[in-house]
């Protein structure tokens, strides 16, 4: 298994004193060169990434409504203040921690499951299967969520009839989250199933041959083998569910709840996108994005720490 | 160093770009068209983003207008973004516009938008732009002049910023087939918010149907008919001068106690606005109060399986209802002379003798020039056929004005107001708590407030 470290090469190092000095020229062309070739890499990364982060540092200190007739009102710490005072952020990032919980046994649990099963099939059948799972994933969320509409309609939706319960799923505080988790889940479930058979197929056979040829039963395999050899791939998964699942629900979010009712469903990239882009108040998104910034690299930070401790790599 | 040179060459970089620029200049006189004269302007309207009766109507008026004016160029627009109802979408898409330097030519706004629209986004005063005497002049009409109630919904101190356009007072639709089912008189309507329940109970209990469904009371619905409960009850959400909110006061709190009432007791399900829509369209629903902006809608849905009745909006006992009016007006964000006149050409039009006979007629909104209705070449033939619009009409006269909210914040205040009203009609929240906390923490936002 190849694994995303990288070799540090130090530049080799000329202990030999040059005969004659460099002009300043020749030592400006000299030093010049790495910087030129890190250039268009460092231009890109300020122009998309680093501007807009110190945009939005700048924009979280001011009251603006984005028009670009009206002022820019300086307003120091305001911003910071209402989201920190009002519950609103803590909420969604109580709904946010919700979502990634709900999410893990769409994106870990239930992948690892479909694959080793999967795996037993062999032919054109295991093509069909794997094809099936995936299929959720090429359909578009908009589409998906106006389906699943129809399925939890309070009176005519098959979801209720099946259960028989006369539920308004997306219209109560209590189930329109665990709705959107179970909508959210079934789409990226397929992509999920593929990442970990793509793990999967990462594994040198000879490992389980080895442990069979000693004996060990299938479940021992997997067990001892096969899941330990396939831990970075759920560690990357579990990764990417921490730091996506808030934005894989957004689309959803929008279609089917707006985030409501009364702010059920609102988890922090739906707060950011209705302060920002529904009631306009730039400076107050701002304060918020640079918030939850601030949070996701905290989180992103541990995970990291956490997954090289956790996982167990084939070196 | 040279990573602190980077922080601050990026933080320079920073200030550039983003930020307000000059505000808007004063507005002159535009001089009319040249007949050869060749503009082409953009309408943003929330109607064409409805399919059926909407948009099928303003085409037909767009195609006449250009017929008319060869000269005039309109490209009609929907409002960007996805939300069921597309009226929700419209000052975003506005806003999104217009910081992008590309606003549309003519806008349909609701009158919650008024101040911010004239305040923060410059809507063009038509005063200045056409002179007043020809705004008076279009209000006249040729033969038909606008309602009293209506003429003054898009001015601000004073001066016209938009032109009043479409709009309903609160309407109650009821289902006359339930109702003869669960053996209710078809052709008296409950007129107190009691008479709503004993006919709502009668309805579930008859025939397992929902009984109403009161579009006002939640965050989707805006504000404009919640207001109506609030004024019907005695009381206002904000107060007069607009300084101070109102709306976790004792009427308030009373009004949102008799909605929750109806949903404990079973009479009013749980539904969002297009859940509700759909069921009283289907025939589900024995009730439901809303705007007659749906009553094509719900026309559509009861042909030749229900019959609609229409009623004015229930009171609460002993006291007279006080109707409110929803909609929009048409405003003018052009800001090139050609575009400006020619927007308020579009505008005349859209607002003239014939375009409200077809708006009426296709859609249920009200015709604002009343006479129409007691004109055989206007709507007078179709009236006597359709029993919808006469209560509609008569609340029309003691109808108070959809006040909005005040501040570049407006919105979060309507719609933390109206995320409370929910909270406590349909998701167990108490009234008085929800309303009292949500006003402590959405009265920072008034523009005098602390922020």
């Known amino acids: ?315 | 160093m040279k990573r602190t040179l980077c922080v601050a060459a990026t933080l320079v970089v920073a200030g550039c770009g983003i930020g307000g620029t000059d505000p808007a200049a004063p507005v002159d006189r535009v001089p009319e068209l040249a007949s050869d004269q060749q503009v082409s302007i953009v309408l943003e309207s929330y109607n064409f983003g409805q399919a059926g009766p909407w948009t099928d109507t303003f085409t037909e008026l767009i195609d006449a207008f250009e017929q008319a004016h060869p000269n005039i160029d309109v490209t009609a627009q929907k409002p960007q973004g996805n939300s069921a109802n597309p009226a929700t979408d419209t000052i975003s898409s506005l806003q999104s516009q217009l910081t992008a330097g590309h606003a549309p030519d003519v806008v349909q706004l609701g009158f919650s938008d008024l101040d911010f629209a004239i305040n923060e986004l410059n809507a063009a005063p038509l005063d200045d732009l056409v002179g007043t005497d020809a705004v008076r002049a279009n209000f006249d009409g040729d033969t038909h002049p606008y309602a009293d109630s209506a003429r003054t919904l898009g001015d601000w101190n004073g001066k016209t910023y938009g032109v009043p356009f479409v709009f309903s007072t609160p309407m109650l639709y009821y289902n006359k087939t339930l109702f003869a089912e669960a053996g209710l008189d078809q052709e008296r309507a409950p007129s107190t918010w009691d008479e709503v329940a004993t006919a709502a109970k009668a309805v579930t209990d008859a025939t397992g149907k929902g009984g109403a469904y009161v579009d006002c009371l939640t965050k989707a619905a805006k504000d404009w008919c919640f207001q109506a409960l609030v004024r019907s009850n005695g009381g206002r959400v904000i107060s007069e001068d607009r300084t101070r909110l109102t709306f976790a006061e004792q009427p308030a709190v009373d009004a949102v106690t008799t909605m929750k009432g109806l949903v404990t007791d079973g009479l009013m399900p749980n539904l969002t606005q297009t859940q509700a829509v759909e069921a009283f369209s289907r025939g589900d629903l024995g009730m439901i109060l809303e705007s007659s902006a749906i009553q094509g809608t719900f026309l559509k849905g009861a042909t030749g399986k229900w019959d609609l009745g229409a009623a004015a909006m229930p009171s609460f006992t002993g006291r007279e209802a006080v109707p409110t009016n929803s909609g929009a007006a048409l405003f003018v964000f052009a800001s090139d002379p050609a575009k400006q006149r020619a927007a308020w050409e579009l505008i005349t039009f859209l607002t003239s003798e014939r375009a409200y006979t077809t708006i009426a007629e296709k859609i249920g909104y009200l015709p604002l020039r009343t006479g129409l209705v007691d004109d055989p070449d206007g709507l007078k033939s179709w009236a006597e056929e359709n029993p919808y619009l006469r209560p509609n009409l008569a609340q029309l006269d003691r109808m108070e004005p959809w006040v909005s909210m005040p501040g570049t914040s407006y919105l979060q205040i309507r719609d933390g107001m109206m995320e409370a009203v929910e909270n406590a009609v349909f998701h167990g929240a108490d009234p008085a708590e929800s309303l009292r906390a949500k006003q402590d923490e959405v009265s920072d936002l008034l523009p005098d407030g602390d922020r």
Do not use: C, K
């Open chain 1, 1 to 315: 298994m190849v694994t995303g470290t990288f070799e540090v090469v130090t530049r080799p190092v000329s202990r030999t004193v040059p005969a004659v000095r460099l002009s300043g020229w020749h030592r400006l062309r000299r030093g010049i060169v790495p910087y030129a070739y890190l250039a268009p890499a460092v231009a890109l990364l300020v122009v998309w990434t680093y501007q807009p982060l110190a945009q939005t540092a700048y924009l979280s200190f001011h009251s603006w409504n984005l028009v670009p007739t009206s002022p820019m009102a300086a307003v120091g710490t305001a911003n910071y203040e209402r989201l920190l005072t009002t519950g609103e952020l803590g909420e969604a990032v109580w709904h946010t921690v919700e979502v990634i919980a709900g999410m893990l046994p769409f994106t870990v649990a239930i992948p690892v499951v479909v694959a080793l099963l999967v795996r037993r099939i062999r032919g054109r059948a295991q093509a069909v299967y794997r094809a099936l799972v995936f299929a959720p994933m090429l359909v578009a969320p908009v589409a998906g969520a106006a389906v699943w509409q129809w399925l939890l309609d309070p009176s005519a939706g098959a979801v209720n009839r099946v259960l028989g319960t006369d539920l308004n799923w997306l219209n109560t505080t209590s189930t329109a989250q665990l709705s959107l988790i179970v909508i959210t889940g079934w789409h990226v479930v397929g992509f999920a199933v593929l990442v970990v058979w793509a793990g999967m197929t990462g594994i040198n056979p000879d490992y389980g041959d080895a442990a069979r040829v000693d004996g060990a039963t299938p479940g021992q395999v997997t067990r001892w083998v096969t899941l330990p050899l396939l831990s970075p791939t759920l560690a990357f998964l579990g990764l990417m569910t921490v730091l996506l699942s808030a934005q894989w629900t957004f689309p959803l979010i929008d279609t089917l709840t707006q985030g409501g009712p009364v702010g059920a469903t609102t988890n922090v990239y739906y707060l950011l996108w209705e302060l920002g882009f529904r009631s306009h108040d730039a400076g107050l998104a701002a304060a918020a994005g640079v918030l939850f910034f601030v949070g996701f690299i905290v989180v992103a930070a541990l995970l990291t720490r956490l997954a090289d401790r956790l996982t167990h790599h084939d070196d």
